[in-house]
């Protein structure tokens, strides 16, 4: 059975052969990456912005102010949802060429959906954040709780040992 050997160290392993000697001698990280960068041939941005649905010729079904209500505009493209699909299901029955709006009103419904789910996730990725930290103080003040309650248990079975001790 033939195996092949590992490849060669990189050669920039040779910037870093006084490392166990002076620890400042190895050369700085490369800069971090700002603006677009190419990736294995797709261009690709570091700034993070979520693109309008007109840069992506979806005509936005909902209002364009910077105030949205995001739990009453998803409760109405829901039900208008719901409303195109049992018209499209009237259309399938009594008018089946006829399908293919139905189709693209039901897709432009579920872009908006999907565009203001979207809209919606630095305020979840905060929120989940700030559940984890809690969950993390709590579980440190419960350890902490723990180291206490073990050394006043060591520091009893010390004094008992001590006056087990001297009584003898």
């Known amino acids: 059975m033939a195996t092949a050997t590992y490849p060669p160290p990189p050669p920039y392993y040779r910037l870093y052969k006084d490392y166990s000697e002076s620890p400042n001698s190895a050369p700085e990280p490369p800069p971090p990456i700002e ?5 294995f041939g797709g261009n690709y941005t ?11 010729g979806v005509p936005q079904l909902y209002p364009k ?6 739990k009453k505009e998803l409760r109405s493209l ?3 949802l719901q409303l195109h699909i049992l018209e499209l299901a009237d259309v399938l029955v009594d008018r089946p060429s006829q399908y293919a709006k139905r189709i693209g009103d039901i897709s432009s ?21 700030i559940h984890i930290m809690e969950l993390q103080i709590q579980q440190r003040k419960q350890a902490v709780e ?5 050394r006043e ?3 009893r079975l010390l004094k008992d040992a001590f006056v087990t001790l001297d009584g003898q």
């Open 109 to 129: 419904i579920f872009k908006n959906l999907h565009h203001l789910l979207n809209s919606l996730r630095p305020h979840q990725a905060r929120a989940t954040l």
């Open 153 to 155: 248990e060591a520091q």
């Open 46 to 56: 570091t700034e993070d912005v979520l693109p309008s649905l007109e840069e992506q």
């Open 146 to 150: 723990d180291i206490k309650r073990r």
């Open 65 to 70: 102010d910077s105030k949205i209500d995001y």
């Open 78 to 80: 829901n039900r208008e």
């Open 35 to 39: 603006g677009t960068y190419v990736c």
